[in-house]
């Protein structure tokens, strides 16, 4: 399984933007997808996640409400929608899969490249 992240880029506050993954190879129901994300000198924290067949979700708590998770199957695509950005958001944000249920370590079995996102105020 390869993912490949994109949609980062500059934005100010109070913006929105949309990441995508895009998932390469065999991926089925029992996969969890997620969003992490690592801003400078911090761990990487989970923000979302979401089981691939049954779409059930999981978001940090501090971000629920402004950002949203969702796969397109047909597309083999997850996306993270973010709204009314802040620059606390400013970070890279990676893509994971992992085999089982949603985890909130980075307990994950595949990563994709991150990309960034900056928020200016």
């Known amino acids: 399984v390869q993912l490949q992240a994109y949609g980062g880029g500059l934005v100010q506050a109070g913006g929105s933007l949309r990441l995508s993954c895009a998932v390469s190879g065999p991926i089925f129901s029992g996969y969890s997808m997620a969003w992490f994300r690592q801003a400078p000198g911090k761990e990487r924290d989970l923000v979302a996640a979401?089981?691939?067949?049954?779409?059930?979700?999981y978001y940090a708590d501090s971000l629920k409400g402004r950002f949203t998770i969702s796969r397109d199957i047909a597309k083999n695509t997850v996306y993270l929608q973010m709204n009314n950005l802040e620059p606390e958001d400013t970070a890279v944000y990676y893509c994971?899969?992992?085999?089982?249920?949603?985890?909130?370590?980075?307990?994950?079995?595949?990563w994709g490249k991150g990309t960034l996102v900056t928020v200016s105020s």
């Open positions: 994971a899969a992992r085999i089982g249920r949603i985890v909130i370590a980075t307990r994950y079995d595949y």
């Open positions: 979401i089981k691939w067949g049954e779409g059930g979700t």
